[in-house]
C-alpha cells in the first residue's frame, strides 16, 4: 500500500524536548518513515503506510510517552474550534488562580518578614500542608500526568524538570510537617517550604497562559483566511433565485453575485461583468476588472456590477482552501536551524538532571549549615531554571508569523525550509514569457502571404506565440485550412501538411534545420526591435514571415531593480534568439542573458549555477519550468502559472507581482534575524541562568537564585520568545 501523509493534533506539550520524545516515539513505529512535530501548532505530521501503522498504534506511541494524540477525523469549524481553544485557556487560567491564591496564602503564613502580620492558622504547617495538596496534585496534575510515562520509557522532558523539583519541595516540607522532631534531632529547623512547590506550579502554568494566548496570535493569518469564506451563496435555478448554505453548493451550479456581496466559490463568469476586489488572496488593492469567459476566486468581493458564473470549484478544491492549506503546511512544516534547536533540546534536560544532582551532591558534602536545606533549594531551583520553552518556541512561532504576513502579501511560502533558504540566494533567475513578460504577444508584422498558412498551423498549437497569430487570422477573417500531420517541435516551431504541402513555421534554428535560406536584413532589424520572429516555409521553400511582440509586465523593470539592490545577480532565460533576448532584457534592466535555451535545457543551466556555488532562485509559470522550479534552491511560481509549474515550486505568487520576489527575500531575511535572536536569548538565558541556579555566585557575593524567581523567569524567557516573534508582524517588507 502506498504511504500518505496524516496530521494531527497533539495535546500536552510545552517545550522542544517534548516535540524530539514524541518525534522519536512516532519514528520507531513500523510503517512510520518521517515524524515532524510542531510545538506552535500542536501538531504531528508524519508520513506512514496505513496497512502496517494504524491509529491505535499511533496513539499509543504518543500515549507512551505521556502526551495525548487527538486522531478522530470529526472536523470542528472555525467557531468549535474558538470554544475549543477558549475552554482550554479557561481551564488553565482556572488552575493558574487557584494556584497563586492557595501560594499568596502559604507565603504570607511561612516567608520571614511577612509572616509576622499573618493570622496564626496560616502559620500552621498542617495547614500549610493542606493548601499545598490541591496544587501539587490538581493543578500539578498535568506536568505529572507527562512526567510519570516519560521516566517508564527513559526519555525526559520540562515536564519532568518541574515534577522532579516541585515534588522534591513539596515531599520535604511534608515530612518535616509529619516528624518535625526528627529534623530537629539532627539539628535542622523544621522549616517547610509549601510555598515553593506551590508558586513554582502557579508561575510556570501563569507563564504556559500567556504564551498560550501569544501563541494564538501567531496563527491569526490562517484564523484571518478562515474568516473570509462566504457563509451563503445564491443559486439561480429554474429562473428562480435562492439563497443556500455553502456547504451545499456543488460543481456546475449557476450563481448571481450582486455589488458588495462576497463570490461564494471559484467559477468562471457567464453573464455580466464587474470590478473584484481580490486583495485578501493576492495582496494587491485594486480591483479588477472581469467579464464574461473570465474567472473569479472565492472569497473575493464584487464591488460594482452584477453577473452570474458557473461554480467550477468548490470546498477544499477552492483557491482560498488550497491557501489555507498551504499555510498550515508551511506553518507546521520545520526549518533545518528548528532541528538542531530540538536536538540540543533532547540532551539538555537529560543534562540538567545531572547537574541538578550533581549540585545537591556538591551542597551538601561543601555547602554551609544547615546543607541539606541549601542542596535542597539549590537542585530545586536548578530544575527549574533550566526547562527548555524559550528553546522550543523560538523557531515556530516566528516561521508561523513570517509565513502568515506573507500569506497577507500575496506570497504563498510552502514550507519552513524555503523561507530558511530564501535569505541565502545570491541569483534569481527569471523564464521570460508569462513571467517577465505577459505572455499574450500580439502580431505586430507580416511580411509575405503567410498569414493563412501560419494561423491553419499554428491552430493545432498551445504555444502562446501560436494564440497571437491565430487571434490575428481571426481578425483578419481568413479562412483556415486543414492540416494533416501536425507535429509541434519544442524550442523550434511547427509543421504539418496542408493542402498536400509540407509547411514549416518557426525560429531560425527550424529553417537551418529543414534548409531553408531566409533573408536575413528584415530578420535583424526586426529581432534588435525585440520581437519574435517566425518564418514559414512551404515545400523546403522561404515565403515569409511573422513578427511577434511580448511586451514586458508593468512591475518587471521595478522587480529587476529592487532584486539588484539586495546584491541580486539576475538572469533571464529565453527559447529566444539573442537579439530578441536582449532587446526585452535591456527594457526590464536585465544584463546577463541565456538565450536560446530549449526547455529541457533550463534545469541543466540552474545545476551549472549551483555548481559554480551560487544559491539560485528560478522564476517560471509553465508546464516546461517544472524541472527548473523543482531543481532550484528556491522555486517561484507566478500565481497565474500552470498547476504543475505551482505543485513544483517553493513560493507562489499568488499576487503575480514580480516585486513581491524582493519581499519575500527581504521576508526570510528578517524571519532568520527574528529566529536568530529568539535563539541567542533562549540558551543564553539557560547558560547564564543555570550556574546562578547551581550558587556559583554564592562563595563571591552569597547571592542564590530562590527557586521561586527562577520559575518566574523561565516564564518570561518563554514569553519574551514569543512576544519577539509577533513583533515580526509589524516588520516592513
Known amino acids: 500500500m502506498t504511504e500518505v501523509k496524516k496530521t494531527f493534533p497533539i495535546k500536552g506539550m510545552h517545550c522542544a524536548s517534548c516535540v524530539r520524545v514524541i518525534e522519536k516515539s512516532l519514528s520507531e513505529l513500523q510503517g512510520v518513515s518521517s515524524a515532524a512535530v510542531n510545538l506552535v501548532t500542536e501538531k504531528a505530521s508524519i508520513v506512514y503506510d496505513p496497512s502496517r501503522a494504524s491509529d491505535q498504534d499511533l496513539a499509543s506511541a504518543v500515549a507512551n510517552v505521556g502526551y495525548k494524540a487527538v486522531l478522530e477525523q470529526k472536523l470542528m469549524n472555525k467557531d468549535e474550534q474558538k470554544q475549543e481553544k477558549q475552554k482550554e485557556l479557561k481551564s488553565l487560567r482556572n ?24 493570622p496564626v492558622f496560616l502559620r500552621n504547617n498542617l495547614v500549610q500542608f493542606l493548601l499545598a495538596i490541591p496544587v501539587q496534585f490538581w493543578a500539578g496534575l498535568t506536568f505529572y500526568r507527562a512526567a510519570i510515562p516519560a521516566i517508564k520509557h527513559r526519555t525526559a522532558n520540562m515536564d519532568t524538570l518541574v515534577a522532579l523539583g516541585t515534588s522534591v519541595a513539596f515531599s520535604y516540607s511534608a515530612f518535616v510537617t509529619a516528624f518535625p522532631q526528627v529534623m530537629q ?97 493576492t495582496g494587491e488593492s485594486m480591483p479588477v476588472d472581469r467579464t464574461k469567459g473570465d474567472s473569479v476566486v472565492g472569497a473575493t468581493i464584487n464591488k460594482t456590477g452584477t453577473f452570474t458564473f458557473k461554480a467550477t470549484k468548490i470546498g477544499k478544491d477552492t483557491l482560498l482552501s488550497q491557501i489555507i492549506k498551504l499555510v498550515e503546511e508551511a506553518q507546521s512544516s520545520k526549518a533545518p536551524i528548528q532541528r538542531l534547536s530540538d536536538l540540543i533540546s533532547s540532551y539538555f534536560v537529560p543534562a ?121 487570422g481571426e481578425e483578419k477573417k481568413v479562412r483556415f485550412l486543414k492540416v494533416t500531420g501536425f507535429k509541434a517541435i519544442p524550442g523550434y516551431g ?21 534548409n531553408i535560406t531566409f533573408a536575413r536584413l528584415d530578420l535583424a532589424k526586426l529581432e534588435e526591435e525585440g520581437k519574435t520572429v517566425m518564418m514559414l516555409g512551404v515545400n523546403s521553400k522561404f515565403r515569409g514571415l511573422i513578427a511577434v511582440a511580448d511586451t514586458l509586465k508593468d512591475t518587471a523593470k521595478d522587480a529587476v531593480g529592487k532584486l539588484r539592490k539586495l546584491g541580486i545577480e539576475v538572469i533571464m532565460i529565453t527559447g529566444d534568439n539573442q537579439r530578441t533576448a536582449h532587446a526585452i532584457a535591456s527594457k526590464a534592466g536585465i544584463k546577463t542573458v541565456l538565450a536560446e535555451v530549449l526547455p529541457d535545457e533550463k534545469e541543466k543551466e540552474v545545476k551549472r549555477l549551483q555548481a559554480e556555488g551560487k544559491k539560485v532562485a528560478f522564476v517560471g509559470d509553465g508546464i516546461n519550468d517544472a524541472p527548473a522550479l523543482a531543481q532550484a534552491d528556491v522555486g517561484i511560481a507566478m500565481g497565474a502559472g500552470t498547476d504543475v509549474a505551482i505543485e513544483s515550486s517553493n513560493i507562489t505568487l499568488v499576487n503575480k507581482d514580480l516585486r513581491s520576489i524582493a519581499t519575500a527575500i527581504n521576508l526570510s531575511k528578517k524571519t532568520m534575524r527574528t529566529i536568530k535572536l529568539n535563539l541567542f536569548w533562549a540558551f543564553g538565558y539557560n547558560v547564564i541562568l543555570i550556574p546562578v541556579a547551581m550558587g556559583v555566585l554564592y562563595p563571591f557575593f552569597h547571592i542564590l537564585l530562590n527557586p521561586i524567581f527562577a520559575s518566574a523567569a523561565m516564564a518570561l524567557s518563554s514569553i519574551s520568545v514569543v512576544s519577539n516573534s509577533l513583533f515580526l508582524k509589524k516588520a516592513k517588507i
Open 95 to 118: 488552575k493558574v488562580m487557584f494556584s497563586l491564591i492557595l501560594g499568596t496564602f502559604i507565603v504570607w503564613g511561612s516567608f520571614p518578614g511577612l509572616m509576622e502580620f499573618a
Open 185 to 281: 534531632s539532627i539539628g535542622i529547623e523544621p522549616a517547610t517550604y509549601f510555598d515553593v512547590s506551590t508558586i513554582i506550579i502557579g508561575l510556570i502554568l501563569l507563564g504556559r497562559y500567556f504564551e498560550a494566548k501569544a501563541k494564538a496570535g501567531t496563527s491569526e493569518a490562517i484564523k484571518r483566511l478562515i474568516g473570509l469564506q462566504a457563509k451563503t451563496a445564491r443559486v439561480v435555478k429554474n429562473g428562480q433565485e435562492v439563497d443556500i448554505p455553502i456547504s451545499q453548493v456543488s460543481v456546475g451550479m449557476v450563481i448571481r453575485v450582486r455589488p458588495g456581496e462576497k463570490i461564494p466559490v471559484d467559477g468562471k463568469i457567464l453573464e455580466g461583468g464587474s470590478s473584484i476586489d481580490e486583495s485578501m488572496v
Open 494 to 514: 511547427v509543421k504539418g501538411k496542408v493542402e498536400g504541402k509540407l509547411v514549416v513555421f518557426g525560429n531560425r534554428r527550424l529553417m537551418e534545420k529543414e
Open 352 to 472: 540538567v538532571i545531572m547537574l541538578a544532582i550533581l549540585t545537591f551532591v556538591i551542597w551538601y558534602i561543601f555547602g554551609p549549615v544547615p546543607s541539606f536545606l541549601f542542596a535542597m533549594l539549590n537542585m530545586v531551583a536548578v530544575l527549574i531554571i533550566a526547562c527548555p520553552c524559550a528553546m522550543g518556541l523560538a523557531t515556530p512561532t516566528a516561521i508561523m508569523v513570517g509565513t502568515g504576513l506573507g500569506a497577507s502579501k500575496g506570497i504563498l511560502i510552502k514550507d519552513a525550509s524555503s523561507l530558511e533558504t530564501a535569505h541565502k540566494i545570491d541569483t534569481v533567475i527569471f523564464d521570460k514569457t508569462g513571467t517577465l513578460t505577459y505572455g499574450k504577444p500580439t502580431v505586430t508584422d507580416i511580411v509575405g502571404d503567410v498569414l493563412q498558412l501560419a494561423a491553419s498551423l499554428e491552430k493545432g498549437s498551445e504555444h502562446s506565440l501560436a494564440e497571437a497569430i491565430v487571434r490575428k
